[in-house]
C-alpha cells in the first residue's frame, strides 16, 4: 500500500507522540500566580461568610435583647386583652338583657319594690345563667322578720308580670344575727331561670 503524505518535511511529526496532540508550555510564574489567586479568593469567601455570619449574630442578639425588654410590656397587653375581651362577654350579655323584648327588666324591678314588706330591703341582686339571686336583710321590733321574708316571696309569686321567665322562687338561706345591738336578719332569695337565656 502506497501512503501519500502532503503535510511538509518541516511541519511532520518526527514519530514522538501522536499527530493531534498539542503541547502548551506556560511558565512556572504564571502557574504560581494563578494558584496564589485561588487560594486568595478561598480565603476571602470565608472571611466574607464569617463576617455574614458575625452580622447575623449580632442581629439575633440585638433583637433577643429587645424582646426581653418588651416582653413585660407584652404580659400586660395581653392581660388587658383577655380583661377587654371579658368585659365585652359582660356588655353583651347585659346588652342581650336589656333589648330582648320578651323580658322587660324595668317592670320586674317594680314588682320587687313593690313587694317589700316594712323593714324589709334588698342588699344586693345578682343575674346570671341560673337565675336572678335577691339578697337583703329584714328587721322587726315583733321578731317575725321571717314571716316577713315569706309575704315578701309570696307577693313576688302572685305577681304574673315578675314570675314570666322564672320556673320558681324560693329561700336559699335565712340567717339572724345582731347589727349594733338590733336583731336583723339575712336572707338569700332564688328565681330560677326559666325562659331567660343569657349567652
Not at 19 to 26: E, F, P, R, V
Not at 27 to 56: F, N, Q, R, S, Y
Not at 91 to 107: C, E, G, I, Q
Not at 109 to 133: C, E, Q, V, Y
Request: glycine share 10%; proline share 3%.
Amino acid at each position: 500500500m502506497i501512503g501519500i503524505n502532503l503535510i511538509p518535511m518541516a511541519m511532520r511529526n518526527n514519530g514522538k507522540g501522536d499527530a493531534g496532540s498539542l503541547t502548551i508550555n506556560l511558565p512556572k510564574e504564571l502557574l504560581i500566580g494563578v494558584g496564589v489567586g485561588l487560594v486568595l479568593l478561598i480565603v476571602l469567601t470565608h472571611l466574607l461568610l464569617g463576617a455574614v455570619w458575625l452580622t447575623g449574630m449580632g442581629r439575633l442578639s440585638s433583637t433577643k435583647a429587645a424582646w426581653q425588654k418588651v416582653l413585660p410590656d407584652r404580659i400586660k397587653l395581653d392581660a388587658v386583652n383577655k380583661e377587654t375581651g371579658d368585659l365585652k362577654k359582660k356588655f353583651n350579655m347585659l346588652a342581650d338583657m336589656t333589648t330582648r323584648k320578651s323580658v322587660l327588666w324595668a317592670p320586674k324591678f317594680n314588682a320587687i319594690s313593690d313587694a317589700l314588706p316594712k323593714g324589709l330591703w334588698i342588699r344586693r341582686m345578682t343575674l346570671d345563667k341560673a337565675g336572678l339571686t335577691i339578697e337583703g336583710g329584714v328587721v322587726s321590733k315583733s321578731q317575725n322578720e321571717i314571716n316577713n321574708v315569706g309575704m315578701f316571696i309570696a307577693a313576688l309569686k302572685q305577681n304574673d308580670y315578675f314570675m314570666k321567665g322564672f320556673s320558681s322562687l324560693e329561700v336559699n338561706s335565712i340567717q339572724r344575727g345582731k347589727n349594733n345591738s338590733v336583731e336583723v336578719t339575712d336572707f338569700t332569695v332564688m328565681a330560677k331561670s326559666n325562659e331567660i337565656r343569657l349567652k
